[in-house]
């Protein structure tokens, strides 16, 4: 009996000493779980510019379709390797009309939009670098109409004289016509005193951040900066080089309902900037740097930033 009575002794004790530790394991399976069902929870719609007929920019061998659509799908699945939910408005080389894009993601009610394309730069002109752009809560004829206001005897400015991303190879023009509202506001193809080596230092986007929290911008926007603001430190802190960062109202970003930005992976038209975009290790660093900051903007998304 004493026997007995020792081994139960003995047994709770044992309980009491492992009693935190598995406390501790089982808070710590809970706590994954939530998280988990958290990421389960999220959508995040990857967009890969042009397709089809649209080739977007072509220039040193590149056709910038089949490179966001590259981009578009290593992106998804770094995220999807980490658990987040990811839908393609297209996983192949297929033609899709901008109001379609952003109603697919609108009718998935999802958690965040990131367009992927690259740029390009009339010829003789040069330029390298990423951009980031979110959306602008000024359409290209309220912008005439703010220009007309200020500057009466100039003549009338409509969608047609906004800049467009045209492609120098093939005139191929896209149908995302923008109007700018920031700080970083030259339109630099159309610039005759051209300096290619433009940076947007961290300094610049903090300013960019600010003024997008302060000023009249809806939630929708506000939050797209937020992940804006993310994206730009993951891949500034893994040495890539951001030239800009603008409020423009890209079709994409105007008519999608959740946050979105559209990032600019770099000029083909730069050679040397077309060799890296094609480079396996380039490609896959980058990648891996833009789906960190998505993860770290989803992460944040619901803390009072402004």
């Keep these: 009996m004493k026997k007995i009575s020792l081994l139960i002794v003995l047994l709770l004790g044992i309980v009491t000493l492992l009693a935190p530790q598995l406390s501790e394991a089982a808070a710590a399976k809970n706590k994954k ?11 995040i719609v990857l967009d890969a510019g042009h397709g089809g007929h649209a080739n977007g920019a072509m220039a040193n061998g590149l056709v910038e379709k089949d490179l966001n659509l590259q981009y578009v799908k290593k992106i998804g699945k770094v995220l999807q390797n980490r658990g987040y939910k990811v839908k393609f408005t297209r996983t ?3 033609s899709l009309e901008l109001k379609d894009r952003a109603a697919f993601a609108n009718k998935l009610h999802a958690t965040l939009f990131v ?19 979110i959306d602008s809560p000024y359409s290209a004829e309220q912008l005439a109409q ?16 906004v800049s467009q991303d045209v492609s120098p190879a093939s005139n191929d023009v896209s149908e995302d ?4 509202t920031d700080i970083n506001n030259a339109d630099d193809s159309k610039s005759s005193e051209y300096v290619p080596l433009v940076v947007c230092t961290k300094a610049d986007k903090d300013t960019f951040i600010t ?6 911008n809806s939630l929708r926007i506000k939050k797209s900066a937020a992940c804006l603001d993310q994206i730009y430190d993951r891949v500034s802190l893994d040495g890539f080089t951001v030239r800009k960062i603008r409020q423009r109202a890209f079709h994409v970003l105007h008519n999608t309902t959740m946050p979105s930005i559209l990032i600019e992976l770099g000029y083909i038209t730069d ?12 490609m896959d660093k980058l990648c891996k740097s833009i789906a960190s900051g998505i993860i770290d903007y989803i992460s944040i998304k619901n803390k009072k930033l402004w």
Excluded: W
């Design 33 to 43: 779980s939530a998280s988990a069902i958290q990421r389960s929870n999220v959508i």
């Design 92 to 94: 192949k080389d297929k």
């Design 115 to 133: 367009s992927i394309h690259c740029n390009a730069m009339p010829d003789p002109k040069i330029a390298s670098g990423m951009e980031f752009f």
């Design 146 to 161: 703010q220009q007309k206001a200020v500057t009466p005897d100039t003549k009338k400015i409509t969608s047609a004289d």
């Design 177 to 180: 016509i923008y109007v700018s």
């Design 211 to 216: 003024k997008v929290y302060k000023s009249d």
């Design 271 to 282: 050679s040397e900037e077309a060799e890296k975009l094609t480079q396996p290790k380039y």
